[in-house]
């Protein structure tokens, strides 16, 4: 290749790299020859540091997975490389995931040759090059990705890379999808300069001033102010922003599904976590101001929801979910804006106003803390084993918060048990708790891979259920994390099946026949759930049935972290009684009463 000259596929590797990409999660194929190319010169050359480090991947949702969980972590988007429409089937529910948790990601794809009769380098010489020809490869994932773009002529490739991610970095944030057939990926190009100054991501948007001045005025004037919030903690800043807000007005939070750790759980203000609750949460019925901070699902509001007096004000950077067809909260102003500058400039505009009435904001603090207290001893109370040698799902979160410490990184995917692992893991900084943000299951086998790639000195703790667990392709994501010396300590809540499926048709059908004969979702016969990660990827493995054998069992996995190997722990835990029945229900069945999990069959 003549001086000045490279591959387009060097080239997209290139800028990629410029654009600070440090890894490629890639599943190659036959559409991917300049990109095996180009990494052989550049071993061959000595020069691999300028392109991200491949890390193969040997299944694509876990690829995905993994550049979602680096990116939760480290606020950097990272890229993904699959292969044709197959890669792309492959992806899955993962671009639903990044889509819905507003993760930055890039994603390469090839496309089958467009040349048959040898006209140009990279043209079709396999028979799949025929069956993999579809006529919309990117209609695969349109409706999940900010972009959508083929790159049809190497000359622009790395500006098209730039604003791939520049589009997936801005918010809110998401997956980009580019496409390039194979003679593109081949074709010489001039090489050009790094362009990576000229793509920075849109900056923060502030609040209208009269927006802050109406939101600081209604917070100062409420008897019982409240923020609801989600996915807020996405930035640490917002979380440093919404605390001393809240502390300046004695505002309590609530976190409704969360999938990032908003506000530490051991703030005096922090009044607990809502799910899929059918029952309706007194202090949500209580405030006369309600700010929702970034939130997808601030409550359910067939069951749960703010006083119709109640004055609601949504603050996001996607502040009417333009990307859901059904969503609405009965907001007076709805505001999008980064949440950290937005918090910032509501609390200036409280100071500014005098703040509110300083004996009024110390007896609602001092009230908000007791029942913040109170909730504490509450689950404290749970966490006690019941004393017949069984681990029940508050204990096992509660032995595995004290023997991983609070600079742990941990993932959620506990399904059913979501809500135990927020009341009792007790997160309190920011960047130590996270979930996919959407509802495909099976991030977290990926993701812990990408988490520990971004945080090579924490360790990583991922909390799954048993039917999530294996959605997460386990040989996979355990072979990567041997491969590439990220291991990280992985806790199944072993109820033997598929909890909420049955869970969901009993708020349904409180009294049908799942209610008497079960579900028929259990995992009969048995997985040998850690055995699948030893096998795989050489992991620590155990199973855990008995109360007092877990903190030793789990102080061991750890210890096999330190040394650099994945742990799995399958632990058995009862089945999760679905949530009391809401307005529509008023037939409540308590499985427990029923004997069995109600989901065997
Ligand atoms: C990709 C995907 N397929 C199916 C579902 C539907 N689904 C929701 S929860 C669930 C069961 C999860 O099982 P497990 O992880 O064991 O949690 P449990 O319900 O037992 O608490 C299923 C199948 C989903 N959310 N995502
Ligand atoms: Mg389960």
């Given at each position: 290749?003549?001086?000045?000259?490279?591959?387009?596929?060097?080239?997209?590797?290139?800028a990629?790299?410029?654009?600070?990409?440090?890894?490629?999660?890639?599943?190659?194929?036959?559409?991917?020859?300049?990109?095996?190319?180009?990494?052989?010169?550049?071993?061959?050359?000595?020069?691999?540091?300028?392109?991200?480090?491949?890390?193969?991947?040997?299944?694509e949702?876990?690829?995905?997975?993994?550049?979602h969980?680096?990116?939760?972590?480290?606020?950097?988007?990272?890229?993904?490389?699959?292969?044709?429409?197959?890669?792309?089937?492959?992806?899955?529910?993962?671009?639903?995931?990044?889509?819905?948790?507003?993760?930055p990601?890039?994603?390469?794809?090839?496309?089958?040759?467009?040349?048959?009769?040898?006209e140009?380098?990279?043209?079709?010489?396999?028979?799949?090059?025929?069956?993999?020809?579809?006529?919309d490869?990117?209609?695969?994932v349109?409706?999940?990705?900010k972009?959508?773009?083929?790159?049809?002529?190497?000359h622009?490739?790395?500006?098209?890379?730039?604003r791939?991610?520049?589009?997936a970095?801005?918010?809110?944030?998401?997956?980009?999808?580019?496409l390039?057939?194979?003679?593109?990926m081949?074709?010489?190009?001039?090489?050009?300069p790094?362009?990576?100054?000229?793509?920075s991501?849109?900056?923060?948007?502030?609040?209208a001033?009269?927006?802050?001045?109406?939101?600081?005025?209604?917070?100062?004037?409420?008897?019982?102010?409240?923020?609801?919030?989600?996915?807020?903690?996405?930035?640490?800043?917002?979380?440093?922003?919404?605390?001393?807000?809240?502390?300046?007005?004695?505002?309590?939070?609530?976190?409704?599904?969360?999938?990032w750790?908003?506000?530490?759980?051991?703030?005096?203000?922090?009044?607990?976590?809502?799910?899929s609750?059918?029952?309706?949460?007194?202090?949500?019925?209580?405030?006369?101001?309600?700010l929702v901070?970034?939130s997808?699902?601030?409550?359910?509001?067939?069951?749960?929801?703010?006083?119709?007096?109640?004055?609601?004000?949504?603050?996001?950077?996607?502040?009417?979910?333009?990307?859901m067809?059904l969503?609405?909260?009965?907001?007076?102003?709805?505001?999008?804006?980064?949440?950290?500058?937005?918090?910032?400039?509501v609390?200036?505009r409280?100071?500014?106003?005098?703040?509110?009435?300083?004996?009024?904001v110390?007896?609602?603090?001092?009230?908000?803390?007791?029942?913040?207290?109170?909730?504490?001893?509450?689950?404290?109370?749970?966490?006690?084993?019941?004393?017949?040698?069984?681990?029940?799902?508050?204990?096992?979160?509660?032995?595995?918060r004290?023997a991983?410490?609070?600079?742990?990184?941990?993932?959620?995917?506990?399904?059913?048990?979501?809500?135990?692992?927020?009341?009792?893991?007790?997160?309190?900084?920011?960047?130590?708790?996270?979930?996919?943000?959407?509802?495909?299951?099976?991030?977290?086998?990926?993701?812990?891979?990408?988490a520990?790639?971004?945080?090579?000195?924490?360790?990583v703790?991922?909390?799954?259920?048993?039917?999530s667990?294996?959605?997460?392709v386990?040989?996979?994501?355990?072979?990567?994390?041997?491969?590439?010396?990220?291991?990280?300590?992985?806790?199944?809540?072993?109820?033997?099946?598929?909890?909420?499926?049955?869970?969901?048709?009993?708020?349904?059908?409180?009294s049908?026949?799942?209610?008497?004969?079960?579900g028929?979702?259990?995992?009969?016969?048995?997985?040998?759930?850690?055995?699948?990660?030893?096998?795989?990827?050489?992991a620590?493995?155990?199973?855990?049935s008995?109360?007092?054998?877990?903190?030793?069992?789990?102080?061991?996995?750890?210890?096999e972290?330190?040394?650099g190997?994945?742990?799995?722990?399958?632990?058995?835990?009862?089945?999760?009684?679905?949530?009391?029945?809401?307005?529509?229900?008023?037939?409540?069945?308590?499985?427990?009463?029923?004997?069995d999990?109600?989901?065997?069959?």
């Amino acid at each position: 290749m003549a001086d000045g000259q490279h591959t387009v596929s060097r080239a997209l590797l290139e800028a990629m790299r410029e654009a600070g990409v440090t890894y490629l999660f890639a599943n190659l194929g036959s559409d991917h020859t300049g990109i095996v190319e180009a990494y052989a010169q550049a071993r061959r050359d000595g020069c691999a540091g300028a392109l991200p480090e491949l890390v193969l991947c040997p299944h694509e949702f876990v690829a995905l997975s993994a550049a979602h969980g680096y990116a939760q972590v480290s606020g950097e988007a990272q890229a993904v490389l699959v292969h044709v429409d197959c890669g792309t089937q492959n992806l899955g529910g993962a671009v639903h995931n990044a889509s819905r948790g507003r993760v930055p990601v890039l994603i390469l794809a090839g496309l089958s040759p467009v040349t048959a009769e040898g006209e140009l380098p990279g043209g079709r010489n396999e028979f799949i090059h025929w069956l993999q020809d579809t006529a919309d490869q990117a209609g695969i994932v349109r409706g999940y990705v900010k972009y959508a773009h083929e790159i049809r002529t190497g000359h622009n490739a790395k500006q098209l890379v730039h604003r791939a991610l520049q589009i997936a970095r801005s918010e809110p944030a998401g997956p980009a999808y580019l496409l390039a057939g194979r003679e593109v990926m081949e074709q010489t190009v001039p090489a050009q300069p790094g362009q990576r100054q000229w793509w920075s991501p849109v900056a923060p948007m502030a609040l209208a001033p009269q927006v802050a001045d109406e939101i600081a005025a209604a917070l100062t004037g409420a008897d019982a102010p409240l923020v609801v919030t989600s996915y807020l903690g996405r930035d640490p800043a917002a979380v440093a922003a919404l605390t001393e807000l809240c502390e300046l007005a004695a505002i309590g939070v609530i976190e409704s599904v969360p999938m990032w750790m908003n506000f530490p759980g051991d703030h005096p203000l922090h009044l607990g976590y809502q799910w899929s609750t059918a029952a309706q949460n007194p202090l949500l019925a209580d405030a006369d101001v309600v700010l929702v901070a970034g939130s997808d699902v601030p409550w359910i509001p067939a069951t749960n929801r703010p006083s119709p007096g109640a004055r609601i004000y949504v603050l996001d950077v996607d502040p009417i979910k333009e990307q859901m067809t059904l969503w609405h909260v009965p907001a007076a102003r709805y505001a999008r804006a980064d949440l950290a500058t937005a918090l910032r400039q509501v609390a200036a505009r409280v100071r500014e106003r005098g703040g509110a009435d300083a004996a009024r904001v110390a007896a609602r603090a001092g009230r908000l803390a007791a029942v913040h207290r109170a909730q504490r001893e509450q689950w404290a109370a749970r966490e006690r084993p019941p004393g017949d040698g069984t681990v029940t799902a508050e204990y096992l979160v509660a032995c595995v918060r004290e023997a991983i410490g609070p600079d742990a990184i941990v993932l959620t995917e506990a399904i059913t048990n979501y809500p135990i692992v927020c009341e009792h893991l007790r997160a309190s900084r920011p960047g130590s708790l996270f979930g996919s943000g959407g509802s495909s299951l099976g991030w977290a086998g990926g993701a812990a891979v990408g988490a520990k790639l971004a945080a090579p000195d924490r360790t990583v703790v991922s909390l799954v259920g048993d039917g999530s667990y294996l959605f997460g392709v386990p040989a996979s994501a355990q072979w990567m994390a041997r491969r590439y010396g990220a291991p990280s300590l992985t806790v199944i809540f072993d109820n033997q099946g598929w909890a909420a499926p049955v869970m969901s048709t009993l708020m349904v059908h409180p009294s049908g026949a799942t209610a008497a004969v079960g579900g028929g979702t259990g995992f009969a016969p048995e997985v040998d759930l850690p055995g699948v990660a030893a096998a795989a990827g050489g992991a620590y493995a155990a199973t855990v049935s008995e109360a007092g054998k877990l903190p030793v069992a789990l102080g061991l996995a750890l210890a096999e972290g330190r040394r650099g190997r994945s742990a799995v722990i399958s632990v058995q835990v009862p089945p999760t009684a679905p949530p009391p029945a809401g307005p529509h229900h008023p037939d409540p069945v308590d499985p427990g009463q029923k004997g069995d999990p109600p989901w065997p069959g």
